[in-house]
């Protein structure tokens, strides 16, 4: 109780440069993130796409490993796997296997390949020749994920699509319910949040090979609504603060209406993230990331409301 009481008594405009740098150096990172995955070759993208957006065939082996698997190198694979000359299928030619992409999961016990799209004939190749490198497998532990590259290009376009709709509507309605001054900062901070998620992402891309899905795109979507909420109620807070304490400055206004759903905004925050750290401790590889998405969208997202947006407002309106 008393540490609440301490954070309620916060007054954000005092220590506002020091709020600034923080995110400043967050949107920083994050822009760099999105540059260096667009200037590497084998990405060429903000993002690492997956194969719901690039195509391709996707196989996940679970092996059969007892207490403790076989040794087994991401290397020796992709050697194994770029030596394979595939058999032509339905008259099209045999795929260039040299740039698939191969991780290790669970220590070992999982495999999971990222190839061109493969017929089943082909797939059953790749199985056939990999095999002595994998050992036995579990029976039934052989999941196999084929999209075309046409399906893939349209998920991504109508990811992008509903992303912008959402984002125009957004600005619609919150320029409709404030001032200018208002609806630029909603605005500022929705943009500030979904960067830096972003960011998060890229550097996860870069250094761990995580590519982003049309899940991810439904997460940006729920931190967009999130945002825009955690801000909203903050601007309504100090709307009344304007009414009731007509005689201080905006800037102690701000700070009063900061105080005054400071608690409210931590707990809401905690309470949605325990659902979602049980997701990513218990849902499985499917949603793991989805989840982790969500989390430092939330995260960012009650930042943005409390340390962006109420020190910023106080600036843009005597300008």
């Known amino acids: 109780?008393?540490?609440?009481?301490?954070?309620?008594?916060?007054?954000?405009?005092?220590?506002?440069?020091?709020?600034?740098?923080?995110?400043?150096?967050?949107?920083?990172?994050?822009?760099?993130?999105?540059?260096?995955?667009?200037?590497?070759?084998?990405?060429?993208?903000?993002?690492?796409?997956?194969?719901?957006?690039?195509?391709?065939?996707?196989?996940?082996?679970?092996?059969?490993?007892?207490?403790?698997?076989?040794?087994?190198?991401?290397?020796?694979?992709?050697?194994?796997?770029?030596?394979?000359?595939?058999?032509?299928?339905?008259?099209?030619?045999?795929?260039?296997?040299?740039?698939?992409?191969?991780?290790?999961?669970?220590?070992?016990?999982?495999?999971?390949?990222?190839?061109?799209?493969?017929?089943?004939?082909?797939?059953?190749?790749?199985?056939?020749?990999?095999?002595?490198?994998?050992?036995?497998?579990?029976?039934?532990?052989?999941?196999?994920?084929?999209?075309?590259?046409?399906?893939?290009?349209?998920?991504?376009?109508?990811?992008?699509?509903?992303?912008?709709?959402?984002?125009?509507?957004?600005?619609?309605?919150?320029?409709?319910?404030?001032?200018r001054i208002f609806a630029f900062l909603a605005l500022f901070c929705l943009a500030h949040d979904v960067l830096i998620t972003c960011g998060f992402f890229a550097w996860l891309g870069l250094t761990i090979g995580l590519e982003v899905n049309s899940l991810f795109a439904v997460a940006l979507l729920t931190i967009a609504g999130y945002s825009v909420n955690d801000t909203v109620v903050i601007f309504d807070r100090i709307r009344e603060k304007r009414s009731q304490l007509q005689d201080l400055p905006l800037t102690d206004q701000a700070d009063a209406a900061v105080s005054a759903t400071l608690t409210r905004s931590i707990y809401t925050s905690f309470t949605t993230l325990l659902p979602l750290v049980a997701l990513i401790l218990f849902g499985g590889s499917n949603l793991v990331w989805f989840a982790a998405a969500l989390s430092v969208g939330i995260v960012v997202g009650a930042w943005s409301s409390i340390a962006v947006a109420p020190t910023l407002l106080p600036v843009l309106s005597r300008r």
């Open 1 to 179: 109780m008393a540490l609440l009481a301490r954070l309620q008594a916060f007054r954000v405009n005092r220590h506002r440069r020091q709020l600034w740098l923080v995110s400043g150096v967050a949107v920083f990172l994050s822009l760099l993130g999105l540059a260096l995955s667009w200037l590497n070759p084998t990405i060429g993208a903000p993002l690492r796409p997956g194969l719901d957006f690039t195509g391709g065939t996707q196989i996940q082996l679970e092996r059969s490993c007892g207490s403790t698997c076989a040794e087994l190198t991401v290397a020796a694979l992709q050697d194994r796997i770029g030596q394979l000359k595939l058999q032509p299928s339905d008259g099209q030619p045999a795929p260039n296997l040299a740039g698939s992409s191969v991780q290790l999961l669970d220590g070992g016990r999982s495999v999971l390949l990222r190839l061109p799209s493969l017929s089943p004939d082909q797939v059953d190749q790749v199985n056939g020749a990999i095999q002595p490198l994998l050992g036995e497998l579990v029976s039934g532990g052989v999941s196999v994920d084929t999209i075309g590259a046409s399906l893939g290009a349209q998920l991504l376009q109508a990811s992008l699509v509903s992303l912008l709709v959402s984002f125009v509507g957004i600005a619609l309605y919150i320029s409709f319910r404030y001032d």
